[in-house]
């Protein structure tokens, strides 16, 4: 099973996210007026399209993060805001391709944008949005932020196509898994934690930490929301339980229960992965199953292992109110699941 | 009509690209080699899909203008060739995305990327493309040029936005439709010629020249292009004649003869644009209305505005090879309807 790890850890005392809101207060508020301005265009629609994403309460973990990490190392311009706000965009953006990609009718219990104005606004809306974040970073007038968001850009594509290379193939290994979660997912938690010491003028020895933190938090973030999707709570959730299985989606806790089956539960899963059996009884059977095997629990497991090095990877830093709030936000992805 | 403009102006002797081909040539095999590596990944699909579009024999006109304006100014570097393989790529996302969103099976008589791979893999190759246009842009290090070029990106969706809200929409004016070809198609061509005298380091007045040269030879270009889909030879249009007509589209020659027609003809019009009534007998009475109206005249008769435009804001400028190659550019984009 190579990753050892110990899933009795349980809550820890600080698993919130309250000390990063407090402490990225005052800069959250002008992220949200560089938002509503950036989304803005004579193009009608354009504002409608983002305004309906952008205020459907998704906790904007991302921007807090490049706030939080330049607040680190005591930045005292703007720029911090503007690539904040880059980074919630390329996040947007992700989210409305996504939508048009998976074909979702729902996202967060909201109908999602191309339910609403269709695919085709889906679709160039994100690009739209994706054009405002580069200008904004280009505000800023850092080469290094811009290296670092840009090449995060084309890897979350490359992550996404993976990912329509392992749809409803169970021969996907946990190492292809983790490859696209670490794409598509956390490349964007990795530049936006890195942009911060950047646009602060830290050390490369900084910057690196605060890219490992962002890399170990979003594949824990990922594993957690996979796990969710067969037994979270639906308010946390944003989706509906069994969304991923209904979309044939090969997650963690799928790929667990399918290596570790019986012969005729590789059977009950190829039917339904591959050739789309997800009705409700088919959910419980599936959820059934994950129980046995223990797939949820060492899905959970994994994300911890990942939360650890995330930890660690701040270790070395001065205690600050800043990295307090970044290991509290650890255990809060973590424990959204408990 | 407001405009006016000689139609009678036939060919130019110089109405070709050869002496840009010629010009372009060593620099275009430097972005070719480019084009070939930024759209590789190990990740199967993004090439395939890449060079599916890549090698389907456009002119790549917008970074041979990238090339031709950067040596106009006696630039020595590679970053021109880095920003005219940006430009390309910028022009590929597009294209993709554009096929999803026009439903388009065919482009210059191949079938689309999205027939032979999906929707989804052309949203996100288009994704990734644009990920590895502004990757090569950072490269080279200029903010001026990722500030022309981020905006440009920007500006190219909301054209495309704007576009959805006048399909099948026979209200539009020509000031709409000239809004949206300006956005959509004009901005990227005004990009493409711009950031050559930036990287060249030339005059904000040489910057400003070979913008409006890049704007009208863009505009003139679509004008053209709308008017070849009613009757071009279909080598030279890369799409068959009809498809803006069946797809709804209001380009200028429906606006025109919809404005001029009589009350019966605009009953016509709207049961083919905005009822699909776009059979092969609809087409060819479309064709016969354009014929009455002199409605693919006057669109040339526009284009031709637009390139006078284009070679002014060029009058200025010192006798080069490239400036007369930009010249010779102008007559051929508007002599391939003739």
């Known amino acids: ?24 207060r005052a800069d959250m508020g002008r992220v949200n007026e560089l938002i509503l301005s950036r989304a803005g265009s004579d193009v009608e629609m354009i504002p409608e ?24 190392f005591g930045y005292k311009g703007d720029g911090h805001v503007k690539l904040a706000t880059s980074v919630e965009f390329m996040h947007t953006a992700t989210l409305l391709h996504d939508d048009v990609v998976d074909e979702s009718d729902l996202r967060r219990g909201k109908r999602t944008a191309r339910m609403i104005w269709g695919n085709q606004a889906s679709v160039l809306v994100g690009d739209f949005l994706l054009g405002q974040a580069f200008r904004m970073m280009v505000d800023v007038g850092s ?20 990912q329509l290379g392992v749809a409803k193939n169970l021969e996907t290994t946990e190492d292809d898994y983790l490859a696209v979660i670490k794409a598509k997912t956390a490349a964007l938690f990795s530049a936006a934690a890195e942009v911060g010491p950047i646009v602060a003028g830290a050390s490369r020895t900084d910057r690196a930490a605060l890219r490992s933190y962002g890399t170990n938090l979003g594949l824990a973030f990922q594993l957690i929301d996979d796990a969710l999707d067969y037994g979270g709570n639906a308010e ?32 009950f899963w190829k039917s339904a992965i591959e050739n789309d059996q997800t009705d409700d009884d088919s959910l419980e059977r599936a959820k059934k199953l994950m129980a046995k095997h223990g797939a949820i629990g060492d899905t959970i497991g994994r994300a911890r292992h990942f939360g650890e090095i995330a930890r660690d990877a701040l270790a070395p830093l001065p205690q600050t109110p800043q990295k307090q709030a970044m290991l509290d936000v650890i255990d809060f992805c973590i424990s959204r699941v408990n």
Request: aromatic letters at 2%; zero cysteines.
């Open 236 to 267: 946390d959730l944003g989706k509906n339980v069994g969304d991923d299985f209904r979309e044939g989606k090969v997650t963690l806790p799928v790929i667990l229960s399918y290596r570790r089956g019986t012969a005729e539960e590789r059977e």
């Open 49 to 72: 399209v983002a305004n309906h994403l952008i205020s459907s309460g998704g906790k904007r973990l991302r921007p807090m993060l490049t706030l939080a990490a330049a607040q680190m």
């Open 1 to 24: 099973m190579g990753v050892v790890v110990n899933i009795e850890g349980g809550k820890r005392e600080n698993a919130s996210i309250e000390a990063m809101i407090a402490l990225t």
């Open 143 to 162: 080469l290094e932020a811009l290296d670092i968001l840009s090449a995060a850009a084309s890897v979350i594509a490359e992550g996404e196509v993976m």
